[in-house]
Nanobody
Framework: QVQLVESGGGLVQAGGSVRLSCAAS????????MGWFRQAPGKEREFVAS????????FYTDSVKGRFTISRDNAENTVSLQMNSLKPEDTAVYYC???????????????WGQGTQVTVSS
């Protein structure tokens, strides 16, 4: 069993930065690939970024490449999402996800966090 708790959301102006963190419980964190998803009002939840449990390979959706960076600390059981050059269209609830897989986390992961709101004002 893995529990995920996100933190770090808030209100930021366009062009600003926010760092999201996800704290995971459980002894097998290092064997899970981790991901971030987001859901804007009236839209489907979408993939943002993922980091594999092995070799730390990272994956990003095209709209955030070069602006967002996902990282993990297996010793601390945390995964982070550094978001720079934020745009109003990045406004959404951001969810942390965990999945036992070798690559990118899918839209049907094993575990979800409760979500944290990020609002980018123009």
């Amino acid at each position: 069993q893995v529990q995920l708790v996100e933190s770090g959301g808030g209100l930021v102006q366009a062009g600003g930065s926010v760092r999201l963190s996800c704290a995971a419980s459980g002894r097998s964190f290092s064997t899970y690939s981790m991901g971030w998803f987001r859901q804007a009002p009236g839209k489907e939840r979408e993939f943002v970024a993922s980091i594999a449990w092995t070799a730390g390979r990272t994956f990003y959706t095209d709209s955030v490449k070069g602006r967002f960076t996902i990282s993990r600390d297996n010793a601390e059981n945390t995964v982070s999402l550094q978001m720079n050059s934020l745009k109003p269209e990045d406004t959404a609830v951001y969810y942390c996800a965990a999945q036992r897989c070798v690559g990118v986390v899918s839209t049907n992961p094993d575990y979800w966090g409760q979500g944290t709101q990020v609002t980018v004002s123009s």
